[in-house]
T-cell receptor, first 110, second 114 residues
Framework: EDQVTQSPEALRLQEGESSSLNCSYT??????LFWYRQDPGKGPEFLFT?????EEKEKERLKATLTKKESFLHITAPKPEDSATYLC???????????WGLGTSLAVNP | DAEITQSPRHKITETGRQVTLACHQT?????MFWYRQDLGHGLRLIHY???????NKGEVSDGYSVSRSNTEDLPLTLESAASSQTSVYFC?????????????FGPGTRLTVL
């Protein structure tokens, strides 16, 4: 069964304290892995798409990496405004639907 | 700028009433999706459409229906609202083909069924 698991469920960091969020997946025929950010009361906002193992993408303090089994979202020197829930989703096979993880809730304290 | 909008943003209704949530996108995307988001369950797919006149059931479709008469709109109808349908509802769209499945989300509708 296709599945996406995110860890940890919640993470609290001090401002400037770098860390990583994990998204592990078991799917047949990965077509793409997606990272989204969701602020309270808002819809998910697209961050990155990764298509193949070894691929990396960066945006400001965020860097996403992909292996054959998992993806990491590295947050370097986070700021309070990085506080949000980060969602991971996977596209697989010929299906245009996405399989979603439950998210990691990140809080960055000043 | 192209966008995806949802209305209403907040809705309170009573058990047994029919409710319709609107979703409108101006990207000219063929694919549209409806999700509900609840604590502990994440995003769950209700219905989706890959084009005009095409609709498909997702994992939690019971009690919901959709219709697609044009590219821009995918309204979600709750035939007879139940308290279990109290949730936040998100509409999303994505372009078709080309290996690009990125879904773009609306701002959500918070529905309370009393």
């Amino acid at each position: 069964e296709d599945q996406v698991t995110q860890s940890p469920e919640a993470l609290r960091l001090q401002e400037g304290e770098s860390s990583s969020l994990n998204c592990s997946y078991t799917v047949s025929g990965l077509r793409g892995l997606f990272w989204y950010r969701q602020d309270p009361g808002k819809g998910p906002e697209f961050l990155f798409t990764l298509y193949s193992a070894g691929e990396e993408k960066e945006k400001e303090r965020l860097k996403a990496t992909l292996t054959k089994k998992e993806s990491f979202l590295h947050i370097t020197a986070p700021k309070p405004e990085d506080s949000a829930t980060y969602l991971c989703a996977v596209g697989a096979g010929n299906n245009r639907k996405l399989i979603w993880g439950l998210g990691t809730s990140l809080a960055v304290n000043p | 700028d192209a966008e995806i909008t949802q209305s209403p943003r907040h809705k309170i209704t009573e058990t047994g009433r029919q409710v319709t949530l609107a979703c409108h996108q101006t990207w000219n995307h063929n694919n549209m999706f409806w999700y509900r988001q609840d604590l502990g369950h994440g995003l769950r797919l209700i219905h989706y459409s890959y084009g005009v006149q095409d609709t498909n059931k997702g994992e939690v479709s019971d009690g919901y229906s959709v219709s697609r008469s044009n590219t821009e709109d995918l309204p979600l109808t709750l035939e007879s609202a139940a308290s279990s349908q109290t949730s936040v509802y998100f509409c999303a769209s994505s372009p078709s083909g080309g290996g690009t499945d990125t879904q773009y989300f609306g701002p959500g509708t918070r529905l309370t069924v009393l």
